[in-house]
C-alpha cells in the first residue's frame, strides 16, 4: 500500500492511542507514537506491531504539557519521517475527584496535560503543516465529559474537555485557510485501564452498559474507527467537530 502521510498519535503505549496508532498504520500511514517514559517498553511494542503491518514507525518519549518537549518532537518526527500529516492529541488523564475536592496543584496538573497538552500539539502541528503545504488533520481528544457532566465526581475532568472541544473549534477557524481540519473525538465509557479505575465492580460496569441504548460499553477499536475517518479524504469537508462515540449515551 501507497504511503498516505505522516501521523503522529500521543499517549499512545496503550488503550485509545494505541489502537488509533494501529488503526492509522492499517490504513496506510507511516505511525510515530508518543508516552512518557515510563512507558517506554510498552510503547516500543507499538512501533513493532506498526512495523509488522509493514509502515513505518517511531517512538518518542515526551510530556505533552511541556512546550519545549513537543517543540522538539514536532520536529524529530519531521527529521524522521519528512513531514507530518495528522496530528491525533490523544493524551490524557480521568480523575475522580469533585471540584470541591480538588487541590490547586491537582487542577494546574490536570490542565496542563488535557489542556495545554492539546494546544501544544495543535500549536506546533499547525505551524509544521503550514510550513510545508498541502493541508493537514489534526484530531484531538474529547469527551462526551466536554458536552454534559458526567458525573459529579469528574467536575475538573469535565472543564478540562470542555477546553478541548472550545480549542478545536477555535483552531478549526484559524487553520481552515491552509486546508487543516481540525476535529475531537468525544467517546463515553471505553473499557480502558482509565475506566477500569473508577469502573472496576461488575455491577458499576453493568449499571453503565445498561444506560447506553446500544447495551455495551465501548472498546478501543470504536474510537479509532472515527479517527481513522476523521484522517482520511473522505473528512476532507468536516471541520471544527467533536463527534461522540458513546453508543447514544448522550446525543446532540
Known amino acids: 500500500m501507497e504511503r498516505k502521510g505522516v501521523a503522529l498519535v500521543t499517549g499512545a503505549a496503550k488503550g485509545i492511542g494505541r489502537a488509533i496508532a494501529l488503526r492509522l498504520a492499517k490504513d496506510g500511514f507511516d505511525v510515530c507514537v508518543n508516552d512518557l517514559p515510563h512507558s517506554s517498553?510498552?510503547?516500543?511494542?507499538?512501533?513493532?506491531?506498526?512495523?509488522s503491518s509493514g509502515r513505518a514507525g517511531s517512538a518518542y518519549l515526551a510530556d505533552?504539557?511541556?512546550?519545549?518537549?513537543?517543540?522538539?518532537?514536532?520536529?524529530?518526527?519531521?527529521?524522521t519521517h519528512g513531514a507530518?500529516?495528522?496530528?491525533?492529541?490523544?493524551?490524557?488523564?480521568?480523575?475522580?475527584?469533585?471540584?470541591?475536592?480538588?487541590?490547586?496543584?491537582?487542577?494546574?496538573?490536570?490542565?496542563?496535560?488535557?489542556?495545554?497538552?492539546?494546544?501544544?500539539?495543535?500549536?506546533?502541528?499547525?505551524?509544521?503543516?503550514?510550513?510545508q503545504g498541502g493541508g493537514g488533520r489534526i484530531i484531538g481528544a474529547c469527551s462526551t465529559s466536554g458536552k454534559r457532566p458526567a458525573s459529579a465526581a469528574m467536575g475538573a475532568y469535565c472543564v478540562s474537555k470542555f477546553a478541548v472541544r472550545g480549542l478545536t473549534q477555535a483552531a478549526a477557524l484559524e487553520y481552515g485557510p491552509h486546508n487543516i481540519t481540525v476535529n475531537a473525538y468525544a467517546p463515553g465509557p471505553v473499557d480502558t485501564d482509565l475506566f477500569a479505575a473508577i469502573g472496576e465492580a461488575q455491577a458499576i460496569r453493568e449499571a453503565i452498559s445498561r444506560s447506553v441504548p446500544l447495551q455495551r460499553i465501548g472498546v478501543v477499536e470504536d474510537v479509532a474507527k472515527l479517527v481513522s475517518f476523521l484522517a482520511s479524504d473522505q473528512a476532507n469537508f468536516i471541520t471544527g467537530q467533536s463527534i461522540c462515540v458513546n453508543g447514544g449515551m448522550y446525543m446532540d
Open 84 to 131: 507530518l500529516n495528522v496530528m491525533v492529541a490523544n493524551a490524557g488523564i480521568l480523575p475522580s475527584i469533585t471540584l470541591s475536592e480538588i487541590s490547586v496543584e491537582q487542577w494546574d496538573n490536570l490542565m496542563a496535560i488535557n489542556a495545554r497538552g492539546p494546544f501544544l500539539c495543535y500549536k506546533y502541528a499547525a505551524a509544521q503543516m503550514i510550513a
Open 41 to 51: 517498553e510498552a510503547l516500543d511494542s507499538v512501533v513493532k506491531d506498526i512495523q
Open 64 to 79: 505533552v504539557s511541556v512546550e519545549e518537549q513537543v517543540k522538539k518532537m514536532v520536529a524529530h518526527v519531521v527529521e
